[in-house]
């Protein structure tokens, strides 16, 4: 067992996501006296800040982001009173010194959080290594983007490597941080029910649908270098299908539940030159509609031409015993109609319906796992419609519903980063991406993208809020599969 850091080091303090996110969640473990009792936060960035400035900056962040109702007065100025912030420049060596002399001694455990450009992450790890705030009771949180391909990744590891070894090195995937995602071990470990179901006998397809609204919000620099495959399939989408995919592991800890999903993502048969042009869609949405609104174009948004996607569709298999045979459609996209992140598993059909040929037709049963915006588990199975029937028994679709928010209204849902932070503070790496499990999806990932490259795929327009371009419904018609929007 781990002991808890005493001191925690923000880098990108002053981002939008540590607005959003990072601060809000340290604010709401810190309310909750979820936090380390002395826990002193040292915030880092590049902004001319100082401890009462940062504060003042902090304060309105935190009004901002966190629901009025979970902020007082008195837990808002506990929790300022932790804050200190240092300027760094990371290319500058004399900021890792005087970052040290802030953060003092390491040695009853420091834990840093760090979020930096790609260009910029060498030099933060040597300048920490060079500034003593590496050594054994160090760990490090590393929040995306990790590299954009296996060779930069490999880059990146590796120069965290030379300074941290794997057991201090927490990769951040936030979606491991979301409760349902974790809910997803809880329904497939926690229940005999599925078990002897959940296998190429007893499901016939599975989809993972992870669609957005949003457009490029802003994030011109880092998006059109990344696309929807780098920027969501290679990470969250792959965690999602791993979860689902993977062995039972033989308990809950970091080490087996990580071994198995890295199974899994090694098992992912690769889509390559090959079978890209029948395995993959990309798309790109042009002007039109979202939530009411008219909304422009990507290329409008981002100003000047560009090949990069903001949609993409997979038809994926595992090469395994357990799934020889089913296949797992992924769908992924920016300004589609609706934000609905699910997990929807097919059964198979029941091997002879009694029922034939009274005009009752049996739907297979579905398990849907939604984890945003609404969180709930909801199977799909036949039932009889109530009535004498006199001209045969009428049946229907009928759900089972589990809906999390009533089911426990008295939990507060949680921001996945309040999890994540609270474990990287306390030293439990289940929920954290381990090295092999990363290159095993870039391995996969390099594999689509170059595929696209050589056939010289290029994405298909799609009116902003519909679900993509019409190959993508091709896709999985083409199977007699319908997507579940
Ligand atoms: C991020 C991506 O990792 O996840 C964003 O970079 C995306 O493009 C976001 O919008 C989605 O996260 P969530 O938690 O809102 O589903």
């Given at each position: 067992m781990t002991a808890p850091s005493e001191k925690l080091l923000l880098f990108g303090a002053t981002g939008d996501l540590s607005q959003r996110m990072l601060l809000p969640s340290l604010y709401g473990l810190a309310a909750e006296e979820l936090l380390p009792a002395g826990l002193a936060i040292v915030a880092?960035?590049?902004?001319?800040?100082?401890?009462?400035?940062?504060?003042?900056?902090?304060?309105?962040?935190?009004?901002?982001?966190?629901?009025?109702?979970?902020?007082?007065?008195?837990?808002?100025?506990?929790?300022?009173?932790?804050?200190?912030?240092?300027?760094?420049?990371?290319?500058?060596?004399?900021?890792?010194?005087?970052?040290?002399?802030?953060?003092?001694s390491t040695e009853k455990g420091l834990s840093i959080f760090l979020s930096t450009a790609p260009s910029l992450f060498s030099a933060t790890i040597d300048g920490?290594?060079?500034?003593?705030?590496?050594?054994?009771?160090?760990?490090i949180g590393l929040e995306k983007p990790l590299g954009y391909d296996m060779a930069s990744s490999r880059q990146i590891n590796?120069?965290?490597a030379r300074v941290f070894p794997e057991h201090r090195i927490f990769r951040i995937d936030h979606y491991l941080g979301k409760e349902t995602v974790q809910n997803l071990l809880a329904l497939r470990f926690a229940n005999s029910l599925f078990e002897p179901l959940w296998r190429a006998g007893g499901i016939d397809h599975v989809q993972i649908t992870v669609s957005e609204t949003v457009g490029l919000e802003g994030r011109v620099g880092f998006y059109d270098g990344a696309g929807a495959i780098r920027d969501m399939v290679q990470n969250?989408?792959?965690?999602?299908?791993?979860?689902?995919?993977?062995?039972?592991?033989s308990r809950y800890d970091s080490t087996a539940v990580r071994d198995e999903k890295v199974k899994v993502l090694r098992s992912l048969r690769p889509i390559d030159r090959t079978n890209a042009n029948s395995h993959s869609v990309i798309g790109q949405y042009g002007a039109g509609a979202v939530a009411g609104g008219a909304v422009p174009g990507y290329i409008d948004e981002l100003g000047k031409p560009s090949d990069t996607e903001t949609f993409v569709a997979l038809k994926a298999h595992i090469d395994n015993w357990r799934w020889r045979g089913v296949p797992f459609y992924l769908r992924t996209g920016k300004r589609l109609p609706s934000r609905q992140s699910e997990i929807f598993i097919q059964f198979k059909s029941v091997p002879h319906s009694i029922f034939d040929g009274r005009g009752a037709v049996l739907q297979p049963n579905k398990l849907i796992i939604r984890l945003q915006p609404d969180e709930n588990v909801r199977l799909l199975m036949m039932s009889?419609?109530?009535?004498?029937?006199?001209?045969?028994?009428?049946?229907?679709?009928?759900?089972?519903?589990?809906?999390?928010?009533?089911?426990?209204?008295?939990?507060?849902?949680?921001?996945?980063?309040?999890?994540?932070?609270?474990?990287?503070?306390?030293?439990?790496?289940?929920?954290?991406?381990?090295?092999?499990?990363?290159?095993?999806?870039?391995?996969?990932?390099?594999?689509?993208?170059?595929g696209w490259a050589a056939n010289a795929m290029k994405p298909k327009t799609y009116t902003a809020g519909t679900w993509g371009p019409s190959a993508a419904i091709a896709l999985t018609e083409r199977d007699g599969v319908t997507w579940h929007d």
């Open positions: 880092t960035a590049r902004s001319a800040h100082d401890d009462t400035s940062f504060r003042a900056f902090a304060d309105q962040a935190l009004r901002r982001f966190v629901p009025g109702e979970r902020l007082t007065e008195e837990a808002l100025a506990s929790f300022l009173g932790r804050l200190r912030y240092v300027p760094v420049d990371a290319s500058n060596e004399s900021d890792f010194a005087a970052l040290a002399e802030v953060v003092g920490l290594a060079k500034a003593g705030l590496a050594g054994e009771g160090v760990r590796d120069a965290v969250h989408m792959l965690q999602l299908l791993a979860l689902v995919a993977m062995e039972p592991p009889k419609v109530p009535g004498l029937d006199r001209e045969g028994m009428r049946l229907r679709e009928m759900p089972l519903d589990i809906s999390l928010p009533n089911a426990f209204a008295d939990t507060r849902r949680r921001i996945a980063y309040e999890r994540l932070l609270l474990d990287l503070i306390e030293g439990d790496q289940t929920l954290f991406v381990r090295r092999d499990e990363v290159e095993a999806q870039w391995e996969w990932i390099d594999g689509i993208r170059d």
